[in-house]
């Protein structure tokens, strides 16, 4: 277990609402990371973080905006959205290793949008 | 652009059979492999990272290999249970952690009683 928290877990809103995530994490690890996941699509990355402050797109950041304001926070913010961005959304932070980083996600927030 | 497949896309055998599970990259300048399991409404369980310089690793009966010449990873799981079946993912690491992974679409593994 990585200690990684996301909020909320389930949730449903309306097309044009704006919504934000929140990913969670107990140790200082440096990448963070948002994913969703679709049947036919699999896992895609929408956007990451390599610090505070310190962000970049992933492939499919459009409608999609994120914000570091602390280390154990990654907050993920759909500005208006859209029944497209309903989805299985996945956080993960990069615990490192050897030579590189291993992979730990959050349990997903699923998210609605009608 | 990096790209993964997994093959087959399901899978279903009785229980007690060694199966393998197969993911193939195309760009080989890879910095690792990660192997997951996904059980249905989860998050993605961390089973094994091979390094671009190991050639496999080892948990319990999980084995995955790395072949990076050819571009492939397999997943050998040996004497399986009902309670290996879940959603097996690979991906790969071609940014040195940085910038996340490629994932493959999964193998969705039933292990029959």
């Known amino acids: 277990d990585a200690g990684i928290t996301q909020s909320p877990r389930h949730k449903v809103t309306e097309t044009g609402t704006p919504v934000t995530l929140r990913c969670h994490q107990t140790?200082?690890?440096?990448?963070m990371y948002w994913y969703r996941q679709d049947p036919g699509h699999g896992l895609r990355l929408i956007h990451y973080s390599y610090g505070v402050k310190d962000t970049d797109k992933g492939e499919v950041s459009d409608g999609y905006s994120v914000s570091r304001s602390k280390t154990e926070d990654f907050l993920l913010t759909l500005e208006s959205a859209t029944s497209s961005q309903t989805s299985v959304y996945f956080c993960?932070?990069?615990?490192?290793?050897?030579?590189?980083?291993?992979?730990?996600f959050g349990e997903g927030s699923r998210l609605t949008v009608l | 652009k990096q790209e993964v497949t997994q093959i087959p896309a399901a899978l279903s055998v009785p229980e007690g059979e060694n199966l393998v599970l197969n993911c193939s990259f195309t760009d080989s300048a890879i910095y690792n492999l990660q192997w997951f399991r996904q059980d249905p409404g989860k998050g993605l369980t961390s089973l094994l990272l091979?390094?671009?310089?190991?050639r496999e690793q080892t948990s319990g009966r999980l084995n995955a290999s790395l072949d990076k010449s050819s571009g492939r990873s397999t997943l050998y799981i040996a004497a399986s249970q009902p309670g290996d079946s879940a959603t097996y993912l690979c991906?790969?690491?071609?940014?040195?952690?940085?910038?996340?992974?490629?994932f493959g679409k999964g193998t969705h593994l039933i292990i029959q009683p």
């Open positions: 091979i390094q671009s310089s190991q």
């Open positions: 140790e200082n690890h440096r990448y």
């Open positions: 993960a932070i990069s615990v490192k290793r050897e030579y590189t980083g291993e992979l730990f």
């Open positions: 991906a790969a690491d071609s940014g040195g952690g940085a910038d996340g992974l490629t």
